[in-house]
């Protein structure tokens, strides 16, 4: 059973389509994540949710827009897509328990190529 | 603002050989401290993890890491690497409400 599952795992576009990754967890966490690893495998947060409230949004373009419908679920969207957005987005969720300590439960990740 | 260093890009051994990855952070406060392995096409995996007390952590796989808090070192080591060690290796940081921050990551590349 996956813990933290990702979809699609592969994504081929053409510039200026919209297209979306959906992640799910089966941990019973209350923060998800998205991650943004780039050709030099660089690992940038792009957003975290914690129980469906948004609570990291970092530097990101407005194209990018992430919707949690209940904290098993974080997907992201992305809108008129860009060559500079080919990268692996990565899905993560972490632990509350009163203390987010950071730790990080990944799932294989989503390798988008924009043509 | 917390940082994350690993000072080397590409580690070559020898299948046998022990290892070392070195990592330094910083950060204000008592960190929590992580190391992930990334092998090709995967996400990435908790390797071990430092929170407080015992500085030397064990974790899977027979690796282990050290805290040295004067150093702001976290280095991870190995005494026999397998072939199948070969990877990516990223040091973190973790911080309040979960926004870790990532080193650059160690290529580990294992001769036969």
């Known amino acids: 059973d996956t813990a933290v599952s990702q979809t699609p795992k592969y994504l081929v576009t053409q510039m200026g389509n919209d297209k979306s990754i959906k992640c799910e967890q089966n941990?019973?966490?209350?923060?998800m994540y998205w991650y943004k690893q780039d050709s030099k495998k660089f690992l940038k947060i792009m957003f975290s949710?914690?129980?469906?409230?948004?609570?990291i949004n970092e530097t990101v373009p407005n194209r990018f827009s992430p919707k949690s419908p209940d904290k098993a679920h974080l997907n992201l969207h992305i809108n008129s897509l860009e060559l500079g957005d080919s990268a692996v987005y990565f899905c993560?969720?972490?632990?509350?328990?009163?203390?987010?300590?950071?730790?990080?439960?990944f799932g294989e990740g989503s390798r988008l190529t924009v043509l | 603002a917390q940082s994350v260093t690993q000072p080397d890009i590409h580690i070559t051994v020898s299948e046998g050989a022990s290892l070392e990855l070195r990592c330094n952070y910083s950060?204000?406060?008592?960190?929590?401290l992580f190391w992930y392995v990334q092998s090709p096409g995967q996400g990435l995996q908790l390797l071990l993890k430092?929170?407080?007390?015992?500085?030397l952590v064990q974790g899977i796989k027979g690796f282990e890491a050290e805290f040295k808090r004067s150093q702001s070192s976290f280095n991870l080591r190995k005494p026999s690497v397998h072939w199948s060690d070969a990877a990516e290796y990223f040091c973190?940081?973790?911080?309040?409400?979960?926004?870790?921050?990532f080193g650059d990551g160690t290529t580990l590349t294992v001769k036969p």
């Open positions: 941990l019973g966490h209350d923060t």
């Open positions: 993560a969720s972490s632990p509350i328990g009163g203390l987010n300590t950071g730790e990080l439960f």
């Open positions: 949710y914690n129980n469906k409230e948004l609570i």
């Open positions: 973190a940081v973790g911080a309040e409400a979960g926004k870790s921050t």
């Open positions: 430092y929170f407080s007390g015992d500085t």
């Open positions: 950060y204000g406060a008592t960190p929590y």
